[in-house]
């Protein structure tokens, strides 16, 4: 087994668990299966638009914003490179019925998604696939998403080259992820804990997106930052998260919870490093 693939392998167990975990959590919160499908950040919503969404469906709001970058015409043909539970395909497809595709390595999430799909009478509008996005993709696309999911890229360049390559002439790829404000220290707590945890190999910063751009001819047409929306506990309440689940890390003798506490414990650590303006929460729209 090559490192790409045993670094995938840890991405498709993280994400196998931590779904598992969310619909249950899904389950006793809201009393329902799933409720939320979304598997990315819970944004702070501009006060104008607050309305729109209530506390189950916040987590749609950068779908939202995705798809108005996106603007996309009728019946598009759409990749979600990284596609979690379907949650950007779904909320999409309501609004743009066109052809769907999504990726995961995650089995548990495919299985979710064509569930849903299906328990929605679009199995033949949206499909699901386990698939990586670095593998060879023979059919084209109009519109490529990848929200949250590069952050776990091995090769940032081969995997947007690859992405490219499946894009229509005209077509966009639009990204948002988690980018580092300039290259961290590797001995940086929060950043080895953050890398650890979600089996990262690395964080980039923003340049390396926008040098992966220019390599593979895609016009970078917008460019928004979103950090100041993203929801950061203060200093203390964090510092006492964290030190809760480092206590159950250490006495939990269950390896499953164990893998959930210690993806929260990223999750903690990703955050202390927006808290300590070390990130931001970037969206890209490129096209080729
Ligand atoms: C944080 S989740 C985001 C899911 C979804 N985009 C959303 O916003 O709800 C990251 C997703 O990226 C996927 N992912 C990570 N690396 C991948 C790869 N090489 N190929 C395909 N999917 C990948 C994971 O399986 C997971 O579904």
Redesign the pocket.
Known sequence: MNADSST?KS??TL?DQLSRFMVWQNYFQFCRRITS????KTLHIPPGIKNLYDKKNQ?EY??DVVLQSALPGDYPIVL??????G??IFRWYSKKPGKYVG????PF?VDKARREAARRGISSHCQFFL????DPIAEKYQYI?????LI??NDLQQ?VTNLVQALLPGGKLIIVDDMAETDLESDDPDLVLLKKSWSLNRLRIQKQYSAAFKTNHLKLTEQRDFTGQVRVSREKKLKRKKAILQFLLKVMPFNDIRFIVDAYLGGFALEELYRRKKVNYILMVGQK
């Not at 499908?37 to 990315?40: D, K, S």
């Not at 990726?103 to 995650?106: E, F, R």
């Not at 998403?145 to 999911?149: Q, V």
């Open positions: 995938n991405v498709a994400y499908l979304t598997i990315h987590g950068i779908n979600d490179a990284g596609c979690g539970f949650s950007t990726y995961s390595l995650s999430q698939k990586s996005y670095d998403i990848a929200i949250e999911s776990h890229a995997a």
